[in-house]
Each structure stands twice: as C-alpha cells, then as structure tokens.
C-alpha cells in the first residue's frame, strides 16, 4: 500500500503539476532564473539559443524545486551559460556554481550546455554544485575553466536520509507532497553521463580544486571525458559508491582519481568500481604521479574495494600505478597496463598496511611488480 500510494504521488505530481516553459529570444522568459522562480515540481524548461550563439551571461540558477528538467533546445548543439564578472560567494542568494541543485532540487536533470568562468575568491566556485541534492543527472554538459568542474557536498545529515512526514502534513499542499517522495540520502544517485569536463581548476590555491569534487553516498559517471584538471586530480571523491565506466580521464595535474574518506558517507563498506575506461598519465606531470588512489586524507575510516576491469591504464613514470592506504584491498580483472614505452620499473599496487590483491587476466609491462612487500 505504501508503494502503491509512492507512485500516485510522483504520478501526481509530474503529470498534473508539469508543465513546459521557453527561454530565449522572443519567449515568454528572457532569462532562464526567471523560468526556475515561475516552474511548478516536474516542469520542463526549454531554453533556446541566443543569435550567432551569444551565451547567457552571469547565470546564476537556484534549482529548489524537484524534478525539473533544463534542458538545451537542441541538447547536441550545448548553449552556453557564461559565469564571467560574478563572484559565486554561496552569500545571500548567490550560489557557488553558475547552476546550483539545493535539496529541494532533487530529482532534476541539466541538460546540453556550456558552463564556463565560474569563479570567487575562494577559489571553488563550480559549473555545477549538487548541494545535498540525490538523482541528480548532468547529461550531454561541457563544463570548462571553472575553479571546479561538477562540486557536491558530502555534508552527512542523517535526518534527511529518510524523510518522514509529520502527522499534521498539508497534503493539498504541492510541494510538500512531492518533498516526501524524494529517493535516497544526501547526494545518493548522483549521473554525470556524455560530459566533457576538462581544463577546470585555479592557480592560486594550486591542488585544491579539481575537475570532479564529489561527496555523499553514490554517483555514476559513464561516457564522459575528464581531463586536464589545471591543478588537483580529474577525479576526487569523497563517496560511498562510485561507478566509472566507459570513460576517457587523462593528463590530471596531480592524480587521475582520487577516493578518500568522510564523515558518514565512507566509514560504512564501500566500493569503486572502474570499468571500461582509458587511463592516462601526461607524461609532464609534475605533481603526483600515481594514477589511482584509494583511502584516507583524512581522520575517518574508509573501508571497502577498489575494482578494476577492462581498462587501458598507460603511464611513464615509476611511481606506482594505484596506491592503497586504506581499504579492504583491491581486485583488477582483465586490464592492460602500459608503460608508453619508456622501460620504466614500477609497482602496480602500493599497499600501506596488509591490503588484499586479487588480479586475473592483466597485461603488466616486464618491468614491473604486482604490489609491494
């Protein structure tokens, strides 16, 4: 009965409270924030393009309403939302993304667009931040020179992880009511899929800012390229369960991925699971040059797996491929490893602790060792 009355709810809610707006020239919105105040839960927002492709100019999108759609007109053909001349502080009613999804917001997709120039004083100002939202989809997004490409926050707020709602709840109230359908705890379900996130990071907090700086409990990331982040790691995770598959993630400034601990979110078991991916070092790296790690930059536990299968991982140097400092230890089934041909000795798994290494069907250049004693 419980389920039953779920689905009346979200079926009530998307048909009878959808609707479609237009942004653009010679629309009833000139400007898509405007949309986001006037859209009811579930509706779709169309935004069209500018003359001579101009972008839309110091963007500043709340999402606060679930299950909204945002959506490019042609979604191959991404419009550009340009952050340029806004310091995205998160003061007042400014976010610290050029589109920012709030907990109200869960459930929405952003869909075929350019998001570039975020920036503030801080230094980690985002082309999108998922802030306690879950099922949150970017799709078929260029992200670019930002401080940070895709930020969510892993803040642990086990009140929200199951919402309830109160005895004396307005049921005629619309939102309300959709609120208490919302799947999943803090930043649960998050899906980048067919991105381009590349060339994001700041110069002057070198290391501290990178393409992906996800928390919370679960993301999915497939059929995207992450490269060239300006200073930190393609990917940095602070996530109970990770999914990357089918991926191009390549010529980090510091590692290609990153999976460490918070509060809450990793103490519990966890995983990373990488599968089908390219992985490349740029061979002028200068700054960390281990590919993959897994573990704790922090205080907090972090058990759980790293697993790899059927990747392409390439790199130069003699550091080591993956390194463990936490974990339960990690499984790697039918990858190719390669050294670019530089001839270079290297240890495929650095462990820190006993660390458990199973591996099946790899391709390991000569020089190399499985794992250190």
């Not at 899929?193 to 501290?208: F, H, L, V, W």
Request: proline fraction near 6%.
């Amino acid at each position: 009965m419980k389920y039953l009355h779920f689905l009346l709810i979200v079926l009530f809610a998307t048909t009878a409270y959808g609707e479609t707006l237009h942004v653009g020239p010679d629309q009833a919105f000139s400007r898509i924030e405007d949309a986001v105040e006037a859209a009811t839960p579930g509706s779709k927002i169309i935004v069209m393009p500018h003359p001579n492709g101009e972008p839309y100019k110091e963007v500043k999108l709340v999402i606060d309403k679930p299950y909204l759609i945002i959506q490019a007109a042609n979604p191959n053909q991404p419009i550009v939302l340009d952050g340029a001349g806004v310091n995205y502080s998160g003061a007042g009613s400014t976010p610290r993304a050029i589109v920012q999804f709030n907990y109200e917001g869960s459930g929405s997709t952003l869909d075929g667009f350019v998001l570039r120039n975020a920036h503030n004083d801080t230094h980690n100002a985002a082309g999108v931040r998922i802030s306690q939202a879950c099922s949150v989809t970017i799709t078929r997004c260029v992200i670019h020179d930002n401080d940070m490409g895709i930020m969510s926050d892993g803040v642990f707020v086990p009140q929200r992880a199951n919402p309830t709602p109160p005895p004396d709840i307005n049921t005629s109230d619309k939102k309300t009511q959709i609120l208490y359908t919302l799947p999943g705890p803090i930043c649960s379900k998050q899906l980048i899929t067919y991105c381009r996130i590349t060339d994001n990071g700041a110069e002057e907090e070198p290391g501290y800012n990178h393409n992906l700086y996800l928390g919370g409990d679960s993301v999915k990331i497939q059929y995207s390229e992450i490269a060239r982040a300006k200073t930190g790691h393609n990917i940095k995770c602070r996530v109970r369960r990770v999914t990357i598959s089918n991926c191009s993630i390549h010529d980090a400034a510091n590692r290609e991925m990153d999976f460490v601990d918070s509060k809450g979110f990793t103490e519990g078991p966890g995983i990373a699971e990488i599968v089908n991916c390219s992985i490349k070092k740029d061979p002028l790296c200068k700054g960390n040059r281990s590919c993959i790690h897994f573990g704790k930059d922090g205080d907090y536990p972090h058990p759980g797996l790293l697993i790899l299968k059927n990747n392409f991982i390439e790199t130069p140097f003699s550091s080591s491929v993956i390194e463990m400092t936490d974990g339960n230890g990690v499984i790697l089934n039918d990858n190719v490893f390669s050294d670019a041909g530089s001839g270079a000795p290297a240890t495929l798994v650095k462990k820190h602790g006993k660390r458990n290494v199973q591996q099946s069907g790899n391709k390991i250049p000569e020089k190399w060792k499985i794992e250190n004693e």
